[in-house]
């Protein structure tokens, strides 16, 4: 059973929130993370959202205040949260980015962090799951990868 928010109420809120960001044009902080498996096997974590762009597959993560934690406690927070999964003690920053691709000026930190175990017990955050491989060669023809998940294996396959 899924824990959280149920899905159609996640989609509402996103639009809500959506239609603010193009009004206001607020500031805001988020993190993404490169969760390898713990395998060393060459793999990674893919989710798609129950929220949003649904058939895209993307990097788990979620927003956070500067103020109140740094970015790898929110990378481990969202973790938890969406997937329930702990990440080994070595989280590192691998990218820094501002966009203003949703409407708002968001400050974006991809970082790379090893996941402690495989299961996972998703929220109702995350309508679907998938340890990929790096070069994805193994997803099915057609699926879209978001630009931050191919931008942080680009800096894990150089």
């Given amino acids: 059973m899924r824990r959280g928010i149920p899905a159609p109420l996640l989609r509402l809120a996103n639009g809500l929130r959506q239609a603010y960001w193009k009004v206001f044009k607020p500031r805001t902080f988020g993190v993404k993370v490169l969760v390898l498996h713990p395998d060393d096997s060459g793999r990674?974590?893919?989710?798609?959202?129950?929220?949003?762009?649904?058939?895209?597959?993307?990097?788990?993560?979620?927003?956070?205040?500067?103020?109140?934690?740094?970015?790898?406690?929110?990378?481990?927070?969202?973790?938890?949260?969406?997937l329930g999964i702990e990440l080994r003690p070595s989280v590192a920053i691998?990218?820094?980015?501002?966009?203003?691709?949703?409407?708002?000026?968001?400050?974006?930190?991809i970082l790379r962090g090893?996941?402690?175990?495989?299961?996972?017990?998703?929220?109702?955050?995350?309508a679907a799951t998938r340890w990929a491989e790096l070069d994805l060669s193994a997803l099915p023809e057609g699926w879209r990868v978001s630009q931050w998940a191919r931008a942080a294996i680009a800096t894990v396959t150089k």
């Fill in 44 to 82: 990674f974590l893919l989710v798609q959202h129950s929220y949003g762009d649904r058939d895209l597959w993307s990097l788990p993560g979620g927003g956070y205040r500067p103020r109140r934690e740094s970015a790898e406690d929110a990378a481990r927070r969202e973790c938890r949260e969406e």
């Fill in 94 to 109: 691998i990218s820094e980015h501002v966009t203003s691709q949703e409407g708002k000026l968001d400050h974006l930190v």
């Fill in 114 to 126: 090893q996941a402690v175990a495989p299961e996972l017990s998703p929220n109702s955050e995350v």
